[in-house]
């Protein structure tokens, strides 16, 4: 049974541009939340998806944008890139009503800003 | 903000008992304490979490103060495998409303296990 896994593993851009990073969940898990950790900091929630809506958002402007996938798997998008982007990016499935509605989380996507 | 307090950094010896102390005050009486840990380059694992009896699994052991305002995460018998960044979360339970609702995260306690 895989887990939660997200691509790419590493990305580099450049100020301005706009990123795309994906998210397959857990086997059987219908949510998807994002979060984006700064070094030396905990990761910090973004938004979370569920039935191809977003249900919750953090503080985080508009830029940061996503999309949830009829087979739920999940897109983090965020355009006009800044240096402060510069972030690994976490990825965490549940399930709605499930056990604990315990998160379980990818091994990132580390994306460099230049 | 995180409604938790953690030491930054804590030291153990291979083999002996890492007790990780969290102050959360605030805790409502509706919320669960969970802690995850996040071994250097991997997503954040949960551990264990608990409402206000002590809890144990086969990773670890959760201690509540009978006030809910502090708790202590005990690892029986640390390895170096163990050395990672342990966080306390306070969140509401699923079956208040509060869903699977995203976390919020502190800086957490450093754990270094040494040989």
């Known amino acids: 049974d895989a887990g939660v896994t997200q691509s790419p593993t590493h990305l580099i851009k450049t100020r301005g541009q706009q990123v795309t990073l994906r998210c397959s969940p857990k086997?059987?898990?219908?949510?998807v939340s994002w979060y984006q950790q700064a070094l030396g900091q905990g990761p910090q929630f973004i938004f979370q998806?569920?039935?191809?809506?977003?249900?919750q958002r953090g503080n985080f402007p508009d830029r940061f944008s996503g999309h949830q996938f009829p087979n739920y798997s999940s897109e983090l998008n965020v355009n006009a890139l800044l240096l402060g982007d510069s972030a690994l990016y976490l990825c965490?499935?549940?399930?709605?009503?499930?056990?604990?509605?315990?998160?379980?989380f990818g091994p990132g996507t580390r994306l460099t800003v230049l | 903000d995180a409604k938790t307090t953690q030491p930054t950094s804590m030291d153990c010896a291979e083999g002996r008992a890492a007790n990780l102390p969290c102050n959360h005050s605030?805790?409502?009486?509706?919320?669960?304490v969970y802690w995850y840990r996040q071994i250097h380059s991997q997503g954040p694992q949960y551990i264990i979490h608990?409402?206000?009896n002590n809890e144990t699994n086969e990773m670890a052991s959760l201690i509540i103060t009978e006030d809910r305002k502090s708790s202590t995460l005990i690892l029986p018998h640390a390895t170096l495998r163990d050395t990672a960044v342990y966080y306390c979360?306070?969140?509401?339970?699923?079956?208040?409303?509060?869903?699977?609702?995203?976390?919020?995260f502190g800086k957490g306690t450093h754990l270094i296990i040494q040989p």
């Open positions: 998806y569920y039935e191809e809506e977003e249900r």
């Open positions: 965490a499935s549940s399930s709605q009503g499930g056990w604990l509605n315990e998160q379980f």
């Open positions: 979360i306070v969140r509401v339970d699923e079956y208040s409303g509060g869903g699977a609702d995203g976390l919020t």
């Open positions: 608990g409402l206000k």
């Open positions: 605030t805790i409502s009486g509706n919320e669960y």
């Open positions: 086997s059987g898990h219908d949510t």
